[in-house]
Each structure stands twice: as C-alpha cells, then as structure tokens.
C-alpha cells in the first residue's frame, strides 16, 4: 500500500517500530547506523544469550524487513550522503539522540520531506533538557505507577515500552503528514514526543484529577463490593486465568453465565446463581447481597478455575461468552490455533547466521486486498551499504571502498 | 491551511475505547467523524468514570469527551430496516467507517462488508475485535481489553516472581490496537488516492499486542526461553538502574544511572557509600547490586520526589518520578502542552488530552468536547443521509431514532 513510499531510518530505539510498521504496509525503508551500529543492536535479549551486533533479538523484531547502511553523518561525506538519499525519501525518522541523528541544520531535504523527530520529552516543553532512557519515559507516563499493588513498588514490564509506544505513534504521526503531502506536494517537520505516546496506555489516569476527582491507588485488576475483594485474576490447574465481575446492563449478563456455570460444576450454590448479577452492586448496598455471599461466590469461582486447565476454561469462556480468558505466555500464543489459523504469522525469518528462522507475528493487521509478509530479515550490520551506495547513488566500487578506509562507512 | 485528514468522512460504529480512540485520531487530523449510538445500549464508556467532580451520568464521562472529542453523534437503531438504510446512506457518504462488534455482529444485521462495499466500493472499512473476524476462536471471544492483554502475554508479565501476576493496568489492548488500525487506515487511504481502491482492514486487538512485546516472542521463538515477570523495574543489565522510594507515601523516583557519565554524576552528587572503590566500575556494580541499591534508597528515603527529579536532572542523570494520577495532572509538560480545556454545557470546563504529536506545518485542531447523545442525529440524517423533514419526522414517530 505504500509502495510508493521510501523511509530512511536513523535508527534508534523508538524509530524501530515506526520503520517496521510503515515497512510491514509496504513502504521501503532502509537503516541508517553509524558504523559502530546502532544503540538497538545493544538491547537484549539475545540470541542464545550471546551478546553480538547481529545477535539482539530485540533488533531482529523491530528491522526484519527493512535495509541497512552504515553512515558516519559526523562527517560531510556522510552527510553529503544522507541528503543525496534523502532525495528518494518521502520521510525521515530520527530520534533526539545526537550520536543517531543528523542535525536538522546539517543535513538539507527537499521540502517534499516529511521529517519526524521522536523526542523523549516535548522539546518545546519546561521538560525539553531532560535527559532520558525508556525506563525514564516509562516512569513519567503514569503506567507504572498506577500498574502493581499498593503493599510492593510499581511495575514496569520486562520489555521496554516507551520505544514502542513512541515509534507506533511516530507511525501514525508520520502517515498524517504523508496525507498532507498527498495533497500538496509538501513535507513539514514533526515531532512525538514518547512520553506523551506512552501516556495512552495510563487510559484515563491522566484525566482523573483534574475533572475533580480524588487520586488513583495503585491496585491490581480486581473490584471491591460491600467491602469484599473480588480478585481479577485466578490460579487454575496450570496457570492463571482471568475473570472480571462486570455489572450493569452492558456487561453483567456476561457475569450471569459465569456464576450459571459455577453452579452447574457444583462449586457455587444454586441461590447465589439464581441472583440478578447485573444489579450486584445496588444489591450489596441494599444488604440483600452480603459479605457472606460475596466470600461464597469468590470462593466458588476459586474452585471453578482450579478444577481446569487453560485451555480448557479458555474454550468455556468463548463457548459460554465469559469476560475471561487464560493469561497465555508466549508458548501458548505459539501453540494457538487460532493465531496460527487467522494467519498472524508470516513466512519463517533467519535470526543469526546459523540458519535459525522464527516465525514472526507480522501480521497485525488482515487486509481484504494486500498481505503483509516479511520480505528479509533485519540487517547484518552494514549489510546493504556497498548495494545502495552504488545502485541508488552511482558511486564507484573505489569510492566506496575509500568510505570504508576512511571509516565513513 | 487545512489539516492532513480535512474532508475525509469517517462513520465510527465503535464503541468503548478501541474504535472511539481510532475515530478521535482522524477527527483531530481533520476529519468528519460521526460516531453511532444507541440510548437503548448506550455506550458503556459513558457509564464509566472519570466524572466530572466524581458525580455520574452518561453527559458526565471525561473518558468519553477524552476519547470522542470534536465527534458528531447520531443516535439510529440499527436493527429497524430503517434505520438500517439510514446507516447504508452514510456508507455511501463515508470514506472510512470502524466498528468494533463481536465477530458475527454485522453478518447478523446483513451489514457485512461485502453489503458494504456493494453501497460503497471504495470505502474502507476497519474492523477490531479482540481475536479478529477469522480463525477458530475468533467468534464467540468477545469483551474488554483486560482479556486482549491476557491472550498478548501481556498480564502474565507483570508481578513479582513467585507471587500470581498482577495484570496490566486495565485494560492494556485498548491503547494499542489504535496504533495498528490508525497506520493501516492511513496507508489504505494513501493507496486510494491513487488506485481509488477501498478494502477491509481487521485487527485482532490481542494480536496487537504481541507486536509491543515482540522481544519476548523473538526469545521464546529463537531461544525457547518464555520471560517470566521480573518485579524489580530495571534491567539485569543495568547498575544502577530502577525505582527508588522517595519521602512521603507511596513516592518514587526512576532512575538510569548505569552509563558511565550518569554514573559518575550520580556518584559525585550522592557522594558518600557511592563512592566505594567496589563501584568504580559496572561489573562491580551489578555484583554489589543490592548495596548499591541500598545506599541509593537511603539517599533518596529522606528527600522529596519532585526536588529529587529536579535536582538529579540537573546534574545529569536521567530521571523521572514515578508519575501518580495527582503527579500527571500537576506536570508542567502536561499543563504546557498536553491538557486541552473543553466547555461542555453538561460537565462545564473540562481538560482532555491532546493530540501525541506536533505537526510543524499543517495546524492542530482545536480540541473539541464529544457530542451528547444523539445530539446531531437530525443534521446527519438530513445533511449525510438526505432524507427531508418529513422522513425525519416519520423515523423519529417510528421509534427509530434512539
């Protein structure tokens, strides 16, 4: 779908999933790395837990599909370089970090370019001087603060998040100006800053204080009815399954099936099945729903997950329409049918030289008319610059060989 | 000058978070996005807080003014075959329109996309779900973005090891599968422009949100190894490198200090046990972790957490506190440039958020509050969809406009 489009990546944290998501709709993207290589090639894990340039895993994920050259664009030759690439690119992706990026006043595009910067913190804001790495972006976007439970320290995930926020918002920001350009002909400078991406996942967090409410407690998925906990997530015979008690009249029929299941494996007592569900937190505040009763449900529920597996309250929870589902790893999300079936995954990618290949979840989107597929996997380092240099800017085989003398390349 | 999206017309059947979110990205690019509802099943964002000043009402959600700013609402029972048609008109009218019912939905109401495409060949139609329309799970899943977080490997990433995870904060998905329905509508509308070719696009929220977690695939795919939650908020790789508590309750600091500059600034600034021989380099650093952990909690156990981000900052050490709900709405970033005011006749002034992104030449939209129920359903219907006073009328005695 953007097969018209090419992307030139200075590559760094938060630019890897813009370039995958753009590449993954078609458009050509190619890496720009200094010749060290660039700062994604140092993230784990790895690849065997053997640390290398081409051995990130995180690396492999985010630039399968893409090209990749090596450019020192601390030199004119390199910049020089830069801007005659520039001129077949519609966008530039880059990131604040100086050692990854060209200065804007260094590096001259024709005004068809679409330049996207991704910053750490809005570089026009009382924040633009702060220096900053994902864990940094993750804590100022509320997520962790409000994720966990109140007795233990907030929670970050294990993957880091604000350079996937930043860079799928880099996407969606950089498709915008594309459409402006669309129209006019004309590119524009853009900036996103990752903290503001990396606020959508806080939901509503951000909003709650100022309509006048009063601050949020960091809790886990759970709710509290007459002064009763009802958990969220439950252990079941081979992990962990989620069950949300949903009231009211959108949701609390769903909880009606759950509690109707309960009692048809005995682990609930026809009375407390036999009540109307979607009105529980009325009825509670009444009294004709007791603590006592609350406590028996809460348990019966304990028991119902525990007498299966995953799978099987998974396939319950779909044949019954439950708001419940198995808390999967990434084992079971390889073994489902139904990722496998619906088509997530693309034809298998090589990580590493030894000929090993992954499937990878490419396809985050179907199409009724264009299939995403992965075309290559992510670069070795420099991999295509002698290719690019020479087929897209004429240069000779000694002029590049006199880049690489000269450490440019 | 116009914005990216101006003209564009987008039909927003969604309901919640997923679509609304991917209908208010186009809105505040510049489109024309009229949002369907229903005031027999209202939508349960209404329902759901925050309120204005804690009191409730469907006029009163700030999620839903967050999550439908600048939205026209139309309010049509879709099921009456009248009301049907009038939804059929607006395909006609629109270039995009979302929805987000379970699998099966639309089939039901003979509205699927083929039906759609035979009214409208060019329109561009974004289905999500939480499994997606195909494959063998896919109907009968339906629900929130809590089970999206579940069925990604999201949920059983956060917790302490050896304690049950603890679950994403809500429901994560619902934030995510914005990011992929967005780009994919804008390279869908970028491939029309030139081919005047329409399609379906259909996003599995949970499939979404295995892409943001895509290194714990590769090393479960590549290495075998399933990551497990980890609790502590740094990397292993990393010294110093995590959160610290702070004066006060429930107060911390983030801090990345594993870098030899940021560790030397560190150092010279906390002085004291930090200055141990032992710490001179990152092996000893991560081999004497919990001391230095230790001594960093003692620095920062007595000092407030916002002076501390200040004055680590300064200094040259990446940090940040530990944002709280009270911290997001006090941030001066966020009152500066993110915090956009809305005049609501219900709720009165309000803040939402605004857009993500800076867009240096084309202007931002102003931010707008989001429509009460069925607010512009007599103008849609006589300006989109074309019926005069009198068909207006009649529907309206017809019970169908509700």
């Known amino acids: 779908m953007l097969h018209d489009i090419r992307v030139i990546e200075l590559s760094g944290p938060e630019t890897m999933m813009a370039g995958r998501i753009l590449g993954d709709l078609g458009a050509d993207v190619i890496v720009v790395e200094p010749p060290g290589g660039a700062a994604g090639r140092r993230l784990d894990p790895f690849l065997d837990d053997t640390p290398g340039l081409d051995r990130s895993l995180t690396w492999h994920a985010l630039n399968r599909g893409k090209r990749g050259i090596t450019l020192d664009l601390g030199t004119a030759d390199g910049r020089a370089l830069l801007e005659a690439l520039g001129r077949s690119a519609a966008l530039l992706l880059e990131t604040a970090d100086r050692k990854a990026t060209a200065p804007r006043a260094d590096v001259t595009l024709p005004a068809s370019t679409v330049r996207c910067r991704i910053t750490p913190f809005l570089s026009t804001g009382p924040k633009r001087d702060y220096v900053a790495s994902d864990l940094i972006v993750t804590a100022a976007t509320g997520v962790p603060g409000i994720t966990g439970t109140p007795e233990r320290p907030p929670l970050f995930y294990p993957v880091p998040q604000a350079m996937m926020e930043a860079g799928a918002e880099a996407a969606i920001a950089s498709l915008a100006a594309l459409s402006a350009r669309d129209v006019d002909g004309l590119g524009q400078d853009i900036e996103v800053p990752a903290r503001l991406a990396g606020m959508m996942s806080a939901l509503s967090v951000p909003i709650v204080v100022p309509a006048n409410n009063p601050e949020l407690q960091r809790t886990p998925a759970r709710q509290r009815l007459a002064g009763v906990t009802l958990p969220g997530i439950f252990a079941c015979k081979d992990g962990f399954v989620l069950v949300s008690f949903a009231f009211g009249q959108a949701f609390g029929r769903l909880t009606q099936r759950l509690m109707q299941w309960a009692v048809e494996q005995n682990c609930l007592e026809a009375r407390l099945g036999a009540v109307d569900w979607s009105t529980a937190p009325q009825q509670a505040e009444k009294g004709s729903l007791t603590a006592e009763d609350l406590r028996a449900t809460v348990d019966a529920i304990a028991s119902l997950c525990r007498r299966h597996t995953k799978d099987e309250f998974g396939a319950e929870a779909r044949k019954r329409g439950l708001l419940a589902a198995p808390l999967m790893d990434m084992r079971d999300i390889a073994q489902s049918p139904q990722y496998r079936e619906r088509g997530l995954w693309s034809s298998p990618v090589a990580v590493g030289a030894e000929g090993r290949t992954v499937d990878d979840p490419a396809r985050f989107a179907q199409f009724s008319n264009y299939t995403i597929d992965v075309a290559r996997p992510a670069p070795t380092l420099s991999q295509h610059t002698a290719e690019i240099l020479k087929t897209e800017l004429g240069l000779s085989s000694a002029e590049v060989q006199a880049l690489f003398v000269h450490g440019i390349i | ?402």
């Not at chain 2, 219900?346 to 993500?356: D, H, L, N, T």
């Open chain 2, 1 to 402: 000058m116009k914005g990216p999206l101006d003209g564009l017309r987008v039909l927003d059947m969604g309901w919640v978070m997923v679509g609304p979110v991917t209908g208010r990205y186009l809105a505040d690019l510049g489109a024309d996005v009229v949002k369907l509802e229903s005031s027999r099943r209202v939508d349960p964002l209404r329902t759901l807080g925050p309120f204005k000043d804690g009191k409730p009402g469907l006029e009163r959600s700030i999620s839903y003014h967050n999550l439908n700013a600048g939205k026209r609402s139309l309010t049509v029972d879709i099921k009456d075959p009248r009301g049907r048609e009038a939804i059929l008109r607006l395909v006609e009218w629109a270039d995009v329109l979302i929805e987000s019912f379970s699998p099966g939905v639309l089939d039901d109401l003979d509205l699927a996309y083929p039906v759609l495409k035979a009214r409208n060949p060019a329109l561009i139609v974004a289905s999500t779900s939480l499994l997606g329309q195909t494959g063998p799970h896919a109907r009968g899943t339906s629900g929130v973005g809590t089970m999206g977080a579940s069925m990604s490997g999201a949920s059983l990433l956060l917790g302490w090891p050896g304690h049950p995870p603890c679950g994403t904060y809500g429901p994560w998905t619902d934030a995510i599968a914005p990011r992929f329905i967005v780009p994919s509508i804008l390279a869908a509308l970028h491939r029309r422009r030139a081919t005047g070719e329409g399609c379906q696009i259909d996003v599995a929220q949970a499939e979404a949100g295995i892409q943001f977690l895509s290194p714990a695939w590769y090393q479960y795919a590549a290495n075998g190894t399933v990551m497990e939650r980890r609790g502590h908020a740094g990397s292993p790789l990393r010294a110093p490198h995590g959160i610290f508590r702070c004066a006060g309750q429930d107060r911390w600091i983030a801090l990345d200090a594993s870098d030899d500059a940021a560790w030397q600034a560190l150092r010279t600034l906390v002085g004291g046990p930090l200055l141990d021989a032992t710490f001179d380099t990152l092996i000893g650093r991560l081999r004497g972790r919990d001391d230095l952990e230790g001594a960093i909690s003692a620095w920062t156990a007595s000092r407030e957490a916002d002076q501390l981000e200040r004055s680590l900052q300064a200094a040259g050490v990446p940090a940040h506190v530990v944002s709280s709900s009270n911290d997001l709405a006090h941030d001066p970033e966020l009152l500066e440039a993110h915090y956009r005011r809305i005049d609501d006749p219900v709720v009165g002034e309000a803040i939402v958020e605004g857009p993500r992104y800076r867009l240096g030449r084309t202007p931002e939209r102003a931010t707008r509050r989001g429509p009460r129920i069925g607010e512009h359903t007599q103008e849609i219907l006589r300006d989109l969809c074309g019926y005069d006073a009198a068909a207006i009328d009649e529907l309206k005695a017809a019970g169908v406009l509700v």
